[in-house]
């Protein structure tokens, strides 16, 4: 079990932030992520786009804020968990918490800062009857082991690249692959379209376009998966599996599921701390939302520094607290 | 002003009116309008929960950039009508245009 004053679930600018902000007041931070590496979204969604609201930097690339933050907290030897999602937090009885994330990984820490973003990234799922129901029963969402489709029937459902790499590569594994798109033409990498329409073709692939989801149909597992067309009509296909590929939707997860006040996503904060309802759980940066919020990196670090000087009291309780300027005393490492 | 009418998701319809030169996308008008609208990335076509069905008027919109039409592609329930609140920008053009509100 890894052992740490805070742990900070997310590893964006904020979280990050936030090891320096506790490090100057002797805290140490293992922070959990999601993505396999460091910066959140700034580092998955727009590393070459430039910021220009970071104080003191005119204009600053998002991978290069993240680098510098990454460089500002070397000094308090953070040690990280990546690539994996907290999934469980139980506080137990002497006020620690312990977290669990999907790969079993287990934390112990004093206190515990969501500083976790859009939240992670989920499959977005279609609107279909008993589509929870078949989830594990033939609905799967992601391609874990393609060997799985081996001479199996399988649907798949979407129209962006990974519906379309899957669909060419699962030609090759399974039975018979059918692949339903909403229009009749794709926006996909033109070289996989064009393989596409070429397993079309070639009877390799069943090709359904202008076509939606319809219904699912079996007995404990899936058997069948109705389509329908644009003009109506149904149609029946024989299917093992069902994957929909409708690419990923930032959301809360199990964050959800611990007992913190939420509203429409984002977790409630008093902001005398930054604290939630629950003692010893901060919530700082994107994901939390208090009256005037702004989602900004320079607020989510202002947050940061607010909430060091309130978890001080849980992880050293019995010490009086002095507040120093970096500018007094440098930046004392561990 | 620049009129155009929302209908929400239980049917029921606004006229919202929005000051020309105000700067701003649907999405943050129809926040600040009190939708419950999540808009959970903050207006980088990332998430589609602020999309609608442009139920009229999608003819004077500027057609939807490659981002938003990648978006838009993904998802299961989208027409061609639908577009990505958050990349649509409060322009005259809106005049006269009736938004619905889509599920998410």
Same mark, same amino acid.
């Given at each position: 079990m890894i052992t740490t004053d805070i742990c900070v679930i997310g590893a964006g600018p904020v979280g990050l932030f936030s090891v320096f902000e506790a490090g100057l007041l002797k805290m140490r931070c293992h922070l959990v992520d999601v993505l396999p590496v460091i910066g959140g979204q700034l580092s998955e969604i727009y590393p070459k786009k430039p910021i220009y609201d970071i104080p003191g930097y005119p204009e600053i690339k998002a991978e290069d804020l993240v680098e510098n933050l990454r460089q500002q907290i070397l000094p308090f030897k953070p040690t990280f968990t990546l690539g994996e999602r907290v999934e469980t937090l139980i506080k137990s009885d002497n006020g620690d918490f312990v977290l669990v994330t999907s790969d079993h990984t287990e934390i112990k820490a004093k206190v515990v800062v969501i500083a976790g973003g859009l939240g992670c990234f989920e499959p977005r799922k279609p609107e279909l009857a008993l589509l929870e129901y078949f989830e594990g029963k033939g609905v799967?969402?992601?391609?874990?082991?393609?060997?799985?489709?081996?001479s199996k029937k399988l649907v798949i459902a979407g129209g962006g690249d990974s519906a379309l790499d899957w669909a060419i590569h699962l030609t090759e594994i399974a039975e018979q692959v059918t692949l339903v798109h909403r229009n009749e033409s794709f926006r996909g990498a033109p070289d996989s379209t064009e393989k596409v329409f070429h397993l079309a073709k070639t009877g390799r692939l069943n090709l359904l376009l202008n076509s939606n989801l319809h219904a699912l149909e079996g007995n404990g597992v899936l058997k069948s998966v109705d389509i329908i067309s644009k003009q109506g009509v149904v149609s029946k296909i024989e299917a093992d599996y069902m994957v929909p590929l409708f690419g990923l939707s930032p959301k809360l997860g199990p964050i959800g599921e611990w007992g913190l006040n939420i509203d429409k996503s984002a977790i409630e904060v008093n902001?005398?701390?930054?604290?939630?309802?629950?003692?010893?759980i901060y919530a700082i940066g994107d994901i939390n939302t208090y009256p005037g919020k702004l989602k900004l990196i320079l607020c989510g670090f202002h947050e940061a520094a607010l909430m060091a000087q309130s978890a001080f009291k849980h992880v050293h309780p019995n010490q009086k607290l002095s507040f120093k300027y970096t500018t007094v005393n440098g930046v004392n490492t561990f | 002003m620049i009129i155009f009418d929302v209908v929400d998701r239980s049917g029921n319809v606004r006229t919202v009116e929005v000051p020309e030169?105000? !700067?701003? !996308?649907l999405m943050e008008v129809l926040k600040a309008s009190e939708y419950p609208i999540l808009a959970t990335c903050g207006g980088m076509a990332l998430c589609a929960t602020c999309q609608v069905e442009v139920a009229q008027g999608i003819e004077n919109l500027p057609s939807p950039t490659d981002v938003e039409l990648d978006m838009l592609d993904q998802l299961p329930k989208a027409t061609s009508q639908s577009r990505l609140a958050?990349?649509?920008?409060?322009?005259? !053009?809106? !005049?006269?245009a009736v938004f619905n509100l889509g599920a998410e």
């Open positions: 799967d969402y992601i391609v874990k082991d393609p060997e799985k489709f081996r902001t005398l701390d930054y604290s939630t309802n629950v003692s010893g | 030169e105000i !700067n701003l !996308n958050c990349q649509i920008k409060i322009h005259e !053009n809106l !005049n006269g």
